[in-house]
Structures are given as C-alpha cells and as structure tokens.
C-alpha cells in the first residue's frame, strides 16, 4: 500500500451501508501527505486522493483487499476545494455491472462526484 493510500485509510471512520452501497466518514489532517505542494500555503486535496477515498469505501465495504485500482474513472467533477480538517462523507453506489458511483461531500454539500469502472471488482 503507497504512502497516500495508507494516509487516507488511517483517516477512514465510521463504515456503514447506504442502500445497495456504503458511505465512511474521511478527516484528513494538516500533515496529510498529499497537501505537501498542492497547494502552498492553502492545501487542497488532490483528485487523485479523493478517488482513492471512493475505492477505499469500496473495498472496506465489500471486503476487498488490496484496494481495488479503477480501470477508468469516468464523469468526474470536482465542484469544491477541500482542505485539511473538513469532515467529508464519501459515499459509493453501484452503477451498473462493475461500475460505482462515488459522492464526496463537504457537510451536506457535494464536492466531487465520478464513476469508477472496475475489471475485477463485484
């Protein structure tokens, strides 16, 4: 597991089903490694770290391990720069056969939204 992808799954709480799929509250600190040079002096998450969320909700949801890697990630926007310390909620939910939808919200406020397609996931 890559330094980014551990980071993100010690910062992954609160697991629990959402209708066909699941939803895990994430805090990334200060020190999160994927702040350093994005960007200075006002750290954002990167994109890349907030698809690793969604496939980090899949694969504790389904027990999937390692952490399965997208084949694509279609759809993707990202509407809200997030910081260190927000309180985000990441949901996943299928969409249709190896395809998952993933919302990342800031509060009640969507963030990000985009579909990863799996080869090998369920």
Same mark, same amino acid.
């Given at each position: 597991? #890559?330094? *980014?992808?551990?980071? /993100?799954?010690?910062?992954?709480t &609160?697991? +629990?089903?959402? &209708?066909d799929?699941?939803?895990?509250?994430?805090?990334?600190p200060?020190?999160?490694?994927?702040?350093a &040079?994005?960007?200075?002096?006002?750290? *954002?998450?990167?994109?890349?770290a907030? *698809?690793?969320?969604?496939? /980090?909700?899949?694969?504790?949801?389904?027990g999937?391990?390692?952490?399965?890697?997208? &084949?694509?990630? #279609?759809?993707?926007?990202?509407t809200?720069?997030? =910081?260190?310390? +927000?309180?985000l909620?990441?949901?996943?939910?299928p969409? =249709?056969t190896?395809?998952?939808?993933?919302?990342?919200l800031? =509060?009640?406020?969507r963030?990000?939204?985009?579909? /990863?397609?799996? +080869? #090998?996931?369920?």
């Amino acid at each position: 597991m #890559d330094r *980014i992808t551990a980071e /993100l799954a010690a910062a992954m709480t &609160g697991l +629990e089903r959402d &209708g066909d799929g699941w939803r895990a509250a994430f805090r990334l600190p200060p020190a999160f490694v994927g702040f350093a &040079g994005h960007f200075p002096g006002r750290p *954002i998450t990167p994109a890349v770290a907030q *698809i690793q969320m969604g496939c /980090l909700v899949l694969a504790a949801g389904t027990g999937l391990s390692p952490c399965p890697q997208p &084949g694509r990630v #279609d759809a993707a926007k990202f509407t809200r720069p997030l =910081g260190p310390e +927000e309180a985000l909620t990441v949901r996943v939910l299928p969409a =249709g056969t190896k395809r998952w939808k993933a919302f990342v919200l800031a =509060g009640n406020e969507r963030a990000a939204e985009f579909t /990863l397609s799996f +080869e #090998d996931a369920p």
